[in-house]
Structure formats: structure tokens, C-alpha cells
């Protein structure tokens, strides 16, 4: 049967540079093992995988790669040159990259990007050479060189989860720009369609962190201090809260309401029910706010003054000089329904 794939044909340039450096035909185990070292059967094998398929060292496979390998030099530039426009079409192009070559028959299913560039430099070429471009492999894609930026759109999306609780391809986009380069929004689309840890709502999304530390996101930790003084609360009541407290931070980035409800109904720590959500832990704001905003509230919850009215500041509560924005870091938590109005303070003394 004719040879039709890229990895046919280069095999059958193994199997003949083999001849050729030997003298007689590579068995079909040693025609296995060079292949798999070459690329052409899924990923490329390590010398000490290729020397296991034949119980033969290391040393021996790279002695016999290092034998064949000047006569495969120049050879089949126009298949790789095709494939490697192909594959820049897709840039970036998932792992295995032969998923975009096979229904063309170009390659099999199985051809890794990573094999590709091996197979590339045992010919003595590249793709900057054949094509004008490089192409690179990251983290489970091939991507062109000029596109570089969008390989780390996922680490930039984990990074805007922890900052704002959740971003958009648009924000993505904006930070990894640079004066060389402007991410394709399609390109970052597709980077993070295929991650299973990203979740979406809309044009919204965050990536979900099994480490749910003290840092792994602000809308989650704002939720958190919201919650810990009065449970439950309106999806509303919690966007307020928040945008307060991102415009003290200066955040400009802030979910809008229905986004944060698909937040809070995907977390793990949360529960949602219609317009009001609670954590799933019970929640004490001494523990989870600590130090002189907990003191504070205190005051607030056992103050005749509580309620509707002017801020503490205003009431006569000074300023902590050891911490002069400590009244400030507190104003997300105003409005959220934590005040103990002097009825409430009656009904809670008899």
C-alpha cells in the first residue's frame, strides 16, 4: 500500500536509512522503537522508553539515531511545509495536534506537536524555515511564534480570578498585550474553552481553585467577610459590598449581578437559594476579620446607635492611629443588613 501520512513515509525513511547504515532491514521492534523515538507514534519516546521496547540500553538507541539520522537531511519538505501551514492555520492548535491533520490525511490522530518539531529537526529544517513563522510547543498547544502571548492566558486568567473573583477575555486580552504583540480574542477564547478548571457565565469567567487559601480570590473572601456578620444575604447586598470595597481598593473590575449569582451557585463553600446566598461553614467574623474591624463591629452591634445613620466616624468611634484605614477597609460591610437596630437590641434583651 502507497504511503499516504507524514509518519508512513517518514517510517519508511527510518526503515531505509536503516538498510543503509546496517545493512539489512530493521526489524519490526526496531523499527517501533526508532519511531517512537523519531515522533511518528504518538509522543516522542525518551531513549531509555525506545531502548525498553528491544531490552537494549540507551546508548544503544542514541548510537543507531545518531547513525540514520544524516540520511534523513532535506527530505519530505514539502509534506512538513504543508503540515506546518496547516497546523499554523489552527494556531493555537491543541495536543495531538494530528486531530486537525488526519481528517485531511495528512498525519495520523496521534501526532503530537511536540513529534512534529522532533521530525522537523531530524530532516534539518524548521518551520521558521518553511513557513516564515516558528511554531512552539506549550503547555499542550503548538502555537505560532508570533503568538506567544496567548499561551499564558490561562495563568493570567488564574491571576484576575484571585484579584477581582472573576475576568472577562476582554480584560485577559488588555493585560497580556504588548507593544509587539495583541492577543487574537478568539485564540484566548479557545486556550480557555479547552481547560476544564475555567467556568463560564456569558462573557464572564473564573478559573476554580480546589486551594481555596486566603488569597485565591477577592470575591470570595469579600462574600466571606459579608457573611460572617450577617447570614444570609442578598446576591444585591453582596455587589454592593463589593463595589465599595473595589473602589476603595481601586478595582475597576467588578461582576455584575447575575454573574456573581452563577459565581456563587458553581462555589463549593456556598449556597444559593433565588436571590440569597450563605456560606456552607459556619462563619464568625472575629475569626475571619479579626483585630480592630471585629472590635468594631462589636461596638456597632451593641451601640443604641446602631442603625440607619451617620457613619461610625461620625459617631464619635476614632480612628485606630496604628491603623488610620481601618474604618475605611470597613465600609463594605455598611448596608449589608449587620446593624442591630435599638428593637432588635430590645427584643434580644428580653
Known amino acids: 500500500m502507497d504511503a499516504h501520512t507524514l509518519e508512513d513515509e517518514f517510517e519508511e525513511l527510518l526503515a531505509a536509512a536503516y538498510r543503509s547504515s546496517f545493512g539489512k532491514d530493521p526489524t519490526d521492534l526496531w523499527l517501533a522503537a526508532i519511531a517512537s523515538r523519531a515522533g511518528t507514534r504518538g509522543a516522542v519516546a525518551t531513549l531509555n522508553q525506545a531502548g525498553d521496547l528491544l531490552g537494549v540500553s540507551r546508548e544503544r538507541i542514541r548510537q543507531v539515531m545518531a547513525r540514520i539520522t544524516p540520511a534523513l537531511q532535506r527530505m519530505l519538505r514539502a509534506q512538513l511545509g504543508m503540515i506546518a501551514l496547516t497546523i499554523a492555520q489552527y494556531s493555537p492548535a491543541a495536543e495531538p495536534v494530528g486531530r486537525y491533520l488526519a481528517p485531511l490525511g495528512l498525519s495520523r490522530p496521534t501526532l503530537t506537536g511536540e513529534g512534529f518539531l522532533n521530525l522537523l529537526k531530524l530532516t534539518g529544517t524548521s518551520a521558521g524555515e518553511l513557513i516564515g513563522d516558528d511554531l512552539v510547543a506549550v503547555d499542550g498547544w503548538l502555537v505560532r511564534g508570533t503568538q506567544m502571548q496567548v499561551t499564558k492566558s490561562l495563568p493570567m486568567a488564574n491571576r484576575q480570578t484571585s484579584s477581582f473573583g472573576m475576568t472577562t477575555i476582554t480584560t485577559i486580552c488588555h493585560a497580556l498585550t504588548t507593544p509587539s504583540e495583541s492577543p487574537d480574542p478568539a485564540a484566548v477564547q479557545r486556550i480557555l474553552r479547552a481547560e476544564p478548571t475555567v467556568r463560564w457565565f456569558g462573557d464572564w469567567l473564573w478559573v476554580h481553585k480546589d486551594d481555596q487559601g486566603p488569597h485565591a480570590n477577592r470575591l470570595v473572601n469579600t462574600a466571606r467577610s459579608i457573611l460572617s456578620v450577617n447570614s444570609p444575604q442578598t446576591i444585591t447586598s ?113
Open 238 to 350: 453582596i455587589h454592593e459590598g463589593a463595589q465599595r470595597l473595589w473602589k476603595f481598593r481601586r478595582l475597576e473590575l467588578l461582576p455584575p449581578v447575575e454573574a456573581m449569582r452563577a459565581f456563587f451557585g458553581n462555589h463549593p463553600g456556598f449556597d444559593v437559594d433565588g436571590d440569597q446566598v450563605r456560606a456552607l461553614e459556619p462563619l464568625d467574623y472575629h475569626e475571619v476579620l479579626g483585630g480592630v474591624t471585629a472590635t468594631m463591629i462589636d461596638i456597632l452591634k451593641s451601640s443604641p446607635l446602631s442603625g440607619d445613620g451617620p457613619p461610625l466616624a461620625a459617631r464619635g468611634v476614632p480612628r485606630s492611629r496604628n491603623r488610620p484605614g481601618h474604618i475605611d477597609r470597613m465600609d463594605h460591610l455598611r448596608g449589608v443588613d449587620a446593624e442591630v437596630r435599638p428593637e432588635r437590641l430590645g427584643a434580644s434583651r428580653q
